[in-house]
């Protein structure tokens, strides 16, 4: 069937217009664009058939173009097939009402051009407004320019040039546009609406503006009746709370709920949060992470791994788990360490008496070049910098070897200041591969200065075996002692003198002479098998060997006199 051209009064092309709301449709691509400035070369109609063509269209009932109404119809030699109407004139096809101020009615094609005041609806749902319209009855397809204002419900959608599918409900522009709906507002370059399913599509330069968020894209879908973004192209959503960048993904704009793939990152200030998966609730401020979870701290320095990360940005609560690892690179030298479950939790958060504590359990191993450690579990508490190692803790630092029942570090700006070693305290140094310098007792404390220990002292029931050097490092003997109190002063790592109190009771060996049953403590144990060789291998548990276990300390109940009477 042949087809007209339009009329020379039209020019399409124009003015981009804010696109307000926003949405997101699976629909087809655009590929016809008016050119600016001038007629229309080929019809209308046919340009909008091309972007139907790659998919089959549905079956349209075999509904004809009536004419309802004009005030004036005529012929004119300027255009010999086609009926001019002027005044409060009115068309038909099937339940969609079309209204104009004056038409080039073409009957022959089923086809007609509308000049101003242009108005479509169908049923009480769907109102489009614009300048000018050319609709073709057999494609069902109307091209809107100039002013196009669609109405659907609560939503609106603006653009300059528009084009309405009535066989897929469709309507999509190409030059510019906004959509709005009663949350939220959408503006981009190109995009598709469906009043039937309420679902969009927009490309290039999308912005959407809610109440309390900017969502920025590439590519992105919207539904305007359940309001949920559908994120499939590199998109930025910021808020007074934090960053969501993502490329895969949605994002509810009533709740504020996330749910972002393909390595997706939340920003907190100077904290972010990162996983193969990401979800955000921001109504409650949870955040969740699963698969290669990272989180960062660019103030404090350190870094948490793990394959799945919880944080409450409201409580300050943060679990990590599943090939957990903290890492520590405030000082340099970064140290690592890890645990089956590492835990943050915040007390009096947002007041001046805040404070931090972690925890660490189970199987804890750490790494640093000049120091390293295993326990059965920690807890770090920011209130009074203390670290605190509980049931088996070891710790090494070059050749010496540190353990008891429990050890406490106290910090100083991420530094050691000093350790107490709580029972059964061990400290053991390698002279060589056959001789050890070893010292036992209640307890112990060590004080550091420049990261190695400046004083120590061992308190209550102190062993000693001790092999003093010669100035080119050759033994020369062995001393074993038994004292209440012994210090032990160092000089740059390096042992310098020893004061007892009080008296001690020893004896001193020329090293060929001393007895093979006196040069190790009763306690003695040399955990090399245990020690944490580099970052990887904090991951692989090694405990202590059935013998090697430390005794249970057996307490003496207090006996209240006159204990029998209440028997």
């Known amino acids: ?119 479509m609806t169908q049923t009480d749902t769907l109102k489009i407004y614009a300048d000018h319209l050319y609709y073709d009855a057999m494609t069902q397809i109307a091209q809107l320019r100039k002013n196009v204002r669609m109405e659907n419900r609560n939503t609106t959608l603006l653009t300059d040039s528009l084009n309405y599918d009535r066989l897929y409900n469709l309507g999509y522009y190409f030059d510019g546009g906004t959509l709005m709906d009663e949350k939220n507002v959408l503006t981009s370059e190109w995009g598709e609406y469906s009043p039937s399913t309420k679902q969009a599509v927009f490309n290039y330069n999308v912005r959407v503006v809610g109440v309390n968020f900017t969502l920025t894209s590439d590519t992105l879908q919207y539904n305007t009746a359940s309001k949920i973004v559908g994120i499939v192209g590199p998109s930025e959503v910021v808020s007074e709370e934090n960053t969501l960048l993502s490329s895969n993904g949605t994002y509810d704009t009533k709740t504020g709920k996330a749910h972002l793939l393909q390595r997706s990152l939340m920003i907190n200030g100077h904290r972010t949060l990162t996983g193969d998966t990401l979800d955000y609730d921001k109504e409650t401020s949870i955040g969740e992470a699963h698969g290669n979870v990272l989180m960062t701290d660019t103030v404090n320095k350190n870094i948490l791994q793990s394959d799945y990360g919880f944080y409450n940005e409201k409580t300050g609560y943060a679990l990590a788990t599943h090939k957990a690892m903290a890492i520590d690179y405030s000082q340099g030298d970064s140290l690592f360490l890890h645990a089956d479950t590492l835990k943050m939790e915040t007390y009096h958060i947002d007041t001046d008496s805040t404070y931090k504590v972690l925890s660490g359990y189970y199987k804890v191993r750490f790494y640093r070049s000049d120091v390293q450690g295993v326990a059965d579990s920690m807890v770090y508490s920011s209130k009074d910098s203390c670290l605190t190692l509980y049931k088996d803790p070891i710790l090494w630092s070059d050749k010496r070897q540190l353990l008891g029942e429990q050890i406490h570090a106290y910090m100083n700006d991420s530094t050691i200041e000093w350790a107490h070693i709580v ?145």
């Open 423 to 567: 029972n059964q305290a061990l400290s053991i140094e390698q002279v060589d591969s056959l001789h050890y310098n070893q010292v036992s007792g209640k307890e112990m404390k060590a004080y550091f200065k420049n990261k190695q220990i400046d004083k120590a002292e061992v308190i209550g029931s102190v062993r000693l075996v001790y092999y003093p050097l010669e100035k080119d490092s050759t033994i020369m003997g062995m001393n074993v002692s038994e004292t209440s109190k012994l210090e032990i002063y160092l000089v740059k790592g390096e042992f310098d003198r020893m004061v007892m109190s009080p008296q001690a009771t020893g004896e001193y060996y020329a090293l060929p002479l001393a007895p093979e049953g006196k040069s190790k403590l009763p306690a003695f144990a040399w955990f090399d098998y245990i020690r944490p060789q580099n970052k990887e291998d904090i991951f692989i548990w090694r405990g202590k060997k059935e013998t090697e276990q430390l005794k249970p300390k057996v307490r003496t109940p207090i006996r209240l006199p006159n204990q029998d009477l209440f028997k």
């Open 1 to 119: 069937m042949q087809q007209k051209q339009p009329s020379k009064h039209y020019h399409s092309g124009g003015h981009r217009i804010l696109l307000a709301g926003f949405l997101c449709l699976l629909g087809f691509c655009l590929l016809a664009q008016v050119s600016k400035g001038k007629a229309s070369a080929t019809p209308p109609t046919q340009q909008s058939a091309k972007s139907s063509a790659k998919k089959p269209r549905p079956a349209q009932k075999d509904e004809k173009l009536y004419l309802v109404h004009a005030d004036i119809l005529k012929k004119t030699p300027e255009f010999p097939e086609a009926q001019i109407l002027v005044g409060n004139v009115a068309f038909k096809h099937g339940s969609m009402n079309m209204y104009c101020d004056s038409a080039h009615y073409y009957d022959k094609s089923g086809s007609f051009e509308a000049f101003l005041n242009v108005k």
